[in-house]
Structure formats: structure tokens, C-alpha cells
């Protein structure tokens, strides 16, 4: 049986660890070939050898304009074509806002934000020239709930939301759809490292269980299968979506 990304070339951001090796896997066991960006090379590298299909790696900080516009230009260099876009690089930065550094600030945007317009922008002439593409943002329920503390990282979160939609809608009549994964705690090393910054991780870790409905934390493959639906041509009807993940946390007013 074919896979459902058979015949796509998906780029995939942030990809070396995470939520982004699970979808670079489970795109790869869909039959897709991968475009892989990480800033740590060496973790890509090792990641790609484990998997199955083509796949090109190579280092690009997304904050960098030039040097996205360099990296898409390899990829449609080597595969011709990107049918999907997963922008889900992504950073915390939790400060209290008075605190915030002006370098802080800059990153969280950078990073967070300005880095899924730089990909978008250099994979969209592409697209729009096929008539065709899956745009898919990894953004956060921090793109419409508050923690306190943890400013200005929902700023930019907010912001990746704004711009799914907006673009959605730009480019609804063009074939590009474009759509976003608001994931809530899921179980990668940026959260088990914020975990461990507690005097006692497991009474944390064990807080944030009972905070959550389904009273555990979300695995990366479950984004992962998310992100594959969006990215095939089985979501056709879907843009300008976002799709929570969070075992039902947002839906809790309170208990
Ligand atoms: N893990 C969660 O609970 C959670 C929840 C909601 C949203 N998210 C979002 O999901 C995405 C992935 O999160 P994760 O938990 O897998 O993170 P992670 O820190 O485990 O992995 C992120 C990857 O992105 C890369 N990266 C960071 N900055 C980069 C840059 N400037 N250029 C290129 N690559 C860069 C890192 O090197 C790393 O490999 C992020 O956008 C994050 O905000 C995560």
C-alpha cells in the first residue's frame, strides 16, 4: 500500500530531536523524502541514518534570513519540489516580562516567529507555482492560553497562530493550505530538562499529570500523526485550522 505522503518532499524545521524527529520519522515511514534543518548537525545526521528514505540534512538557524532562502534553494535544488512545510523549530524563552532582556525578546520572535515567515516565504513561490503545498505550524496552546511566567514565549505562539490564518487565507484560492498543531505538554528533552529545573521533578512532573485531563503527558508521535494528516492530501478541505492537542487541558475552566 502506497503511503499517505507517497511521492512528497516535506521539509521539516527543528527536526533533530523531539516533535521534529517524530514527524521526520513518521513522515518517512509514509513514503515521504525529507528536507531536515536543525542548528545541531551532528543529531540530524545521526537521525537520518536511522531512517528509511531519502532525506538531506543540513544546518540553518531559521532566525537567519539568508540563510533559509540558502537552504531552501538546496532543497529544491536536490528534490525539484516541496509539497510540505513543517515549521516547528522552536525555542522557550519564560521571563518575567519587567526582566525580559531586549536579546530575549529578539530570539523569542526571531525564532519563534520571524523563523516560520522566513521558511514560508522562500517555499511559497514554489508552491504557488504548483498550485499545490501543505503548510503545517507547530505552534502551542501557549497560541491561546496564559501560564503565568512564561512571557514572551505566547507572544510569539500568538503570533504563529495569527499568521497561519491570515496566510491560510491569503493563499486558500491557490492550493496551499496552511494550518497549525497547538500542542500542550508532550514528553520531549525540552520538557523533561524544564522539569528537572524543579527542586523535586517527579512532584512536578506529577502536578502537571493531574493538571491534565487524560492524566498523562502527550508522546511526540502523537503530534507527529497530526502533522501527517495535515500535510496530505487527505486534509484537503483544511486550512487555516489549528488542531489542540493537549488531553483536554484547554477545555478545563477550572476544577
Ligand atoms: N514539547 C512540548 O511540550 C511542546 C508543547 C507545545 C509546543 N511545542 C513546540 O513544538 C516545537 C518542538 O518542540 P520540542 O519540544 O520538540 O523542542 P526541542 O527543544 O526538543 O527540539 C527543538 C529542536 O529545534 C531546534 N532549533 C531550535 N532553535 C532553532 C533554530 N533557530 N533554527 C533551527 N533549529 C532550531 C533544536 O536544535 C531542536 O533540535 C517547538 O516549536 C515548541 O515550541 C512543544
Redesign the pocket.
Known sequence: MPGRLQGKVALV?????????AIARKFTAEGAQLAL????LQ?LEALAAGLEGTSLTAV????EKTAVEEAVQAVLARFGRIDVLVN?????VFADPLHTTDEEWRRCM???LE?AWHLTRAVLPDMLGRGAGSIVN?????AFSIIPGCFP?PVA?HGLLGLTRSLAIEYAPKGVRINAI??????????TDWLETHADPAAARARVESLIPVRR??R?EE?AFAAVYLASDEAGFCTGSVLTMDGGRSVVYHD
Open positions: 524545521t527543528g527536526a533533530a530531536r523531539g516533535i521534529g524527529a534543518l536543525d542548528l545541531d543529531a540553518c538557524d531559521i532566525a516547528n523549530a522552536g525555542i522557550n526571531a525564532v519563534n523563523g507547530i505552534a502551542s496552546t501557549h514565549y505562539k497547538a500542542p500542550g505538554y508532550i514528553e520531549t528533552e525540552k520538557v503527558i502527550g511526540p503530534v
